[in-house]
Structure formats: structure tokens, C-alpha cells
């Protein structure tokens, strides 16, 4: 069984940058997908971005061109850089592991989430 515990939310201005962590211990196949996942207050579980293992990276509309996912080379820690930060991306932040599919990611595990602010 997976465990994956996410930091480094924060509350921060808009136009700001956060740098969001993931690490992922336990059984999981090294060739399984990782991704992130937030879901503002009020709203639906949204998708935003999966690295594969061979590194292909995709990205939701909302946030291509401001956030950045990568994994390290042992594909136990995830990352995700947001820059030009807007109000509209506050949201819980959920890191998650499972395969690539048409909605970006078929969730097999997810973590607990970590808060990103933003103030206008």
C-alpha cells in the first residue's frame, strides 16, 4: 500500500510562487503515474497536472504555462512549482499515484492534501 504526504502550501499574493512536495513511500509500481488533483471550497475535485514515468508531463488548461510538475529520478517525490499565482488557483492540493487516463488521472492512492492560499 502507498502513502503519499503532500507539503509546502502556504498562503501567499497573487503573482506569487509556491513550490508544492509530495513523497511517496510504501509498495507502488515505479512505472505508475503521479499527478496532482485540488478542489476549491464549493467546487469539484479538479485535475491538474500527471508526469508518466518516462517523464511526459500534461497539464490542465488552467494552469499550462504557470505550473510545473516533475519527479525525481527514484519516482518517489513528486513536485509542482506554481508561479504567477492567481486567487482563482486557492484550493486544497491533493498529490496522487494511478495511471493516465482521459480525465488525466485514474487515482489509485491520494494523499492528504496541503492548503495553497492566494490573496488578492
Same mark, same amino acid.
Given at each position: 500500500?502507498? @502513502? !503519499?504526504?503532500? &507539503?509546502?502550501?502556504?498562503?501567499?499574493?497573487?503573482?506569487? &510562487? !509556491?513550490? !508544492?512536495?509530495?513523497?511517496?513511500?510504501?509498495?507502488?509500481?515505479?512505472?505508475?503515474?503521479?499527478?496532482?488533483?485540488?478542489?476549491?471550497?464549493?467546487? *469539484?475535485?479538479?485535475?491538474?497536472?500527471?508526469?508518466?514515468?518516462?517523464?511526459?508531463?500534461?497539464?490542465?488548461? &488552467?494552469?499550462?504555462?504557470?505550473?510545473?510538475?516533475?519527479?525525481?529520478?527514484?519516482?518517489?517525490?513528486?513536485?509542482? @512549482?506554481? *508561479?504567477?499565482?492567481?486567487?482563482?488557483?486557492?484550493?486544497?492540493?491533493?498529490?496522487?499515484?494511478?495511471?493516465?487516463?482521459?480525465?488525466? !488521472?485514474?487515482?489509485?492512492?491520494?494523499?492528504?492534501?496541503?492548503?495553497?492560499?492566494?490573496?488578492?
Amino acid at each position: 500500500q502507498v @502513502q !503519499l504526504v503532500e &507539503s509546502g502550501g502556504g498562503s501567499v499574493q497573487a503573482g506569487g &510562487s !509556491l513550490r !508544492l512536495s509530495c513523497a511517496a513511500s510504501g509498495y507502488f509500481y515505479s512505472s505508475m503515474c503521479m499527478g496532482w488533483f485540488r478542489q476549491a471550497p464549493g467546487k *469539484t475535485l479538479e485535475w491538474v497536472s500527471t508526469v508518466n514515468s518516462g517523464g511526459s508531463r500534461y497539464y490542465a488548461d &488552467s494552469v499550462k504555462g504557470r505550473f510545473t510538475i516533475s519527479r525525481d529520478n527514484a519516482g518517489n517525490t513528486l513536485y509542482l @512549482q506554481l *508561479t504567477s499565482l492567481k486567487t482563482e488557483d486557492t484550493a486544497m492540493y491533493y498529490c496522487a499515484m494511478g495511471f493516465l487516463s482521459v480525465g488525466g !488521472l485514474e487515482e489509485s492512492a491520494r494523499g492528504q492534501g496541503t492548503q495553497v492560499t492566494v490573496s488578492s
